[in-house]
């Protein structure tokens, strides 16, 4: 089982504002991922880390940020939001590399309205 | 290009029935592996079932069997004996030896199970 856990669940909130989407996780995974979903359509990766002090972009561009201080702590955060933010975005974590099977292990997500 | 591809529309299940749900891929990497995730309208994925490129055998995890024909292409998720709760959207992915662990996602397709 998943131990990884994501807050808030909702946000609504106005354009402009500062945000920060919490993403924690309990098994000391070192990988890290944070997907951005608009409604009925596939996930998108916008960022990933391999580990404490490093972070990458994604595949999809966002405006957003994300920092990895602890192993088990990835907090994603949009300076200035905006409408075109409103989306879910999930975060996931797997296992060290090699062959095995590296399952990313998705927390419930955070959904995001920025009116 | 599309890594992953399902394309089948929305479909209705008969309780008890059995369902299967079509994914083709796209690589050049002789490494990689393939899951298949499930996303009830609360939002969170969850990891149903995975799939190695060199596994001799089909995957099984309860209901769920995963059609694995490297040949062609494909891995096709078959949920058995299919129940209420199995609605839900159901993403594939795929993970190439090459891609740092990144996932790359499907259109997902949409089941409903009717009683």
């Known amino acids: 089982e998943a131990d990884i856990y994501q807050t808030p669940r909702y946000l609504v909130i106005g354009t402009g504002k500062k945000i920060t989407l919490e993403c924690s996780q309990t098994m000391g995974h070192d990988k890290m991922y944070w997907y951005q979903q608009d409604p009925g359509m596939e996930l998108h990766l916008i960022h990933y880390?391999?580990?404490?002090?490093?972070?990458e972009k994604g595949d999809l561009s966002s405006e957003s940020t994300v920092s990895r201080i602890r192993t088990e702590h990835f907090p994603l955060t949009l300076e200035s939001a905006r409408p075109s933010h409103t989306s879910q975005y999930l975060c996931a974590s797997s296992e060290p590399g090699g062959r095995a099977k590296n399952i990313q292990y998705f927390g419930a997500g955070t959904r995001l309205s920025v009116l | 290009a599309q890594k992953i591809t399902q394309t089948q529309p929305g479909m209705f299940v008969q309780e008890k029935e059995a369902v299967t749900l079509d994914c083709t891929y796209d690589?050049?990497?002789?490494?990689?592996?393939l899951f298949w995730y499930k996303q009830p309208s609360s939002g969170e994925m969850i990891f149903l079932i995975y799939q190695g490129s060199y596994d001799q055998q089909n995957a099984t995890e309860g209901r769920y069997s995963l059609n694995f024909q490297k040949a062609r292409k494909s891995a096709n998720l078959v949920i058995s004996a299919s129940q209420l709760g199995d609605s839900a959207m159901y993403f594939c992915?795929?993970?190439?030896?090459?891609?740092?662990?990144?996932?790359?996602f499907g259109k997902g397709n949409q089941v409903v199970v009717i009683p």
């Open positions: 690589t050049s990497d002789p490494s990689y592996g």
């Open positions: 992915a795929m993970r190439e030896e090459g891609g740092n662990n990144r996932l790359a």
């Open positions: 880390s391999y580990g404490v002090n490093s972070t």
